[in-house]
């Protein structure tokens, strides 16, 4: 872990802060970022000034080397340097970070999620947040909603 302290202004009362945040975590080392991660609470923060909720946005480093992948949380168009052995996702926004991290950490395939999301997006009418892949029932989870896979695409969605 590496920590670095992260200027903030509130989006919602104009309020300035400072605030000291993790920019880099390894998957094996730190089970709390993980878990807060998978729960989507990690970059979340409440101004101390008008107690909203936001998230905060900052160059952020997630590496798990065990299932081989990167996440870097950036507004570069590219990284150099990472180990080229493992796969590299730049994010540029929390919510695309957080939705990689549910993909990868579960090691799916990346495509088919996305596209399954879409298509339950298009036929709510709204976006919906990827949850999991139930194995058992053959389904993706978003949200409250089940998305039916083949046998064929239970076979596709993981990647090892």
Request: aromatic fraction near 12%.
């Amino acid at each position: 872990m590496k920590e670095r302290m992260i200027p903030v202004t509130c989006p919602h009362c104009g309020h300035v802060f400072e605030i000291k945040r993790d920019t880099v975590v390894i998957a094996q080392m730190d089970r709390v970022a993980r878990s807060r991660l998978d729960d989507g609470s990690y970059f979340m923060h409440q101004c101390q000034n008008c107690k909203s909720m936001f998230y905060l946005y900052y160059p952020f480093f997630y590496r798990d080397p065990k299932k081989k992948f990167n996440l870097v949380l950036t507004e570069q168009k590219n990284i150099d340097n990472l180990c080229e052995n493992e796969q590299v996702v730049l994010c540029h926004s929390v919510s695309q970070f957080l939705l990689a991290f549910k993909i990868y950490d579960q090691c799916l395939n990346p495509k088919m999620v996305l596209v399954k999301k879409k298509q339950l997006e298009k036929k709510l009418n709204r976006s919906v947040k990827f949850d999991y892949f139930d194995m058992k029932n053959h389904c993706l989870w978003f949200e409250d909603k089940a998305v039916s896979l083949t046998e064929k695409e239970c076979k596709e969605i993981l990647i090892l």
